[in-house]
């Protein structure tokens, strides 16, 4: 089944403390919709400026990823600049240029109103709730969000949450939106907001998943060498939509493997800058991540 993905499509600047490089390709839905892309069909939503290069389009178009909701205005493409600190965990935004965002009105194409899944991937909570509005109510909707959406669009992310069945957020975020220092009380505290399920990822430290008779804690594949940290989160929500949108099945079972695969997905996304290592990634590479990650955390009773 498909998956309609939604988000931001950007030029990126990014630093980390030994490389900087610039007008990357990047955005939340571009990093989502590429590592959905390896599970099921996408239909894109986003917009961007007539700056943008066709190289990128191609890269989309490889994927066999539908463009037909991708508007191309007229324009400067969003533009974000982010640098790294030490640790690779923690990031400051150096700057954003919203260009063709500020007018952004996104419309569904017919056809796409009806795809069952939806993944609302990092942009304004009015913009999600926009795009949600517009669909048949699909069978699975998660939604991503931000730091900034927590503080300056608090309402209407509050709003989101009543709409959605699945949230993927940071350790950082879900302290912030819950106001709980312990992750455990945060996970089960944004249950209490509205969706189902509640992902509260933890960077180099894996993941953990809440819901109403579930708890699953994934761990995080052991890299030695991150080149860039941009878009993991992205990465991860992509495979873990993709995936329950291939199989079709949202029980436990599939739920604790989308994890996995979101994790796998994220972990290949980081081994280089932008969507370098997501381009030439085969299936075979994530099924073959999944199998060590099932090794790596299995032992007996
Ligand atoms: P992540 O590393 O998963 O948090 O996502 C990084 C991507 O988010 C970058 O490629 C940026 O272009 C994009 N991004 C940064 N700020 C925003 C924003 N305010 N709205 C939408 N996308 C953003």
């Known amino acids: 089944m498909s998956v309609l993905v939604i988000g931001s499509v950007a030029l990126d600047t ?53 463009l037909d909701g991708l508007e191309v205005a007229t324009g400067k493409t969003f533009r974000w600049s982010g640098e790294y600190h030490w640790d690779l965990n923690t990031r400051t935004t150096r700057s954003v ?25 990092n942009i304004s909570p009015q913009l999600q ?23 300056t669009a608090q309402d209407a992310l509050m709003e989101l949450l009543t709409k959605v069945d699945v949230v993927v957020v940071n350790d950082g975020e879900a302290r912030e939106l819950t106001k709980q ?20 990822k933890k960077g180099e430290h894996g993941c953990l998943m809440f819901g109403k008779d579930l708890f699953f804690s994934a761990p995080a594949y052991p890299l030695e060498d991150i080149h ?25 079972h599939h739920l604790r493997r989308a994890v996995v695969f979101g994790s796998v997905a994220a972990s290949y ?12 990634l085969r299936k075979e ?16 009773g």
């Open 14 to 66: 990014v630093k980390t403390p030994l490389e900087e490089r610039a007008d990357l390709l990047g955005g939340s839905a571009s990093y989502a919709a590429v590592s959905a892309s390896f599970f099921s069909p996408v239909n894109f939503v986003g917009i961007v400026g007539d700056d943008f290069p066709k190289a990128h389009l191609d890269l989309f178009q490889q994927r066999g990823i539908n």
């Open 97 to 121: 240029a919203l260009n063709v965002f500020e007018r952004f009105s996104p419309k569904l194409p017919l056809p796409y109103r009806r795809t069952p899944y939806a993944l609302l991937g």
């Open 129 to 151: 709730l926009q795009v949600l509005a517009q669909m048949e109510r699909p069978k699975l909707v998660v939604c991503d969000t931000m730091d900034l959406w927590i503080s």
């Open 181 to 200: 220092t312990s992750l455990i009380k945060a996970g089960r505290q944004i249950l209490n907001y509205g969706p189902a399920f509640a992902l509260i």
């Open 228 to 252: 860039d940290p941009t878009g993991a989160g992205d990465s991860f929500a992509g495979g873990f939509t993709g995936y329950l949108a291939q199989v079709g099945d949202l029980s436990p």
């Open 269 to 280: 996304c980081v081994e280089d800058f932008s969507l370098e290592r997501l381009k030439k």
């Open 285 to 300: 590479d994530l099924d073959e991540r999944f199998r060590v990650f099932k090794q790596m955390s299995q032992f007996e």
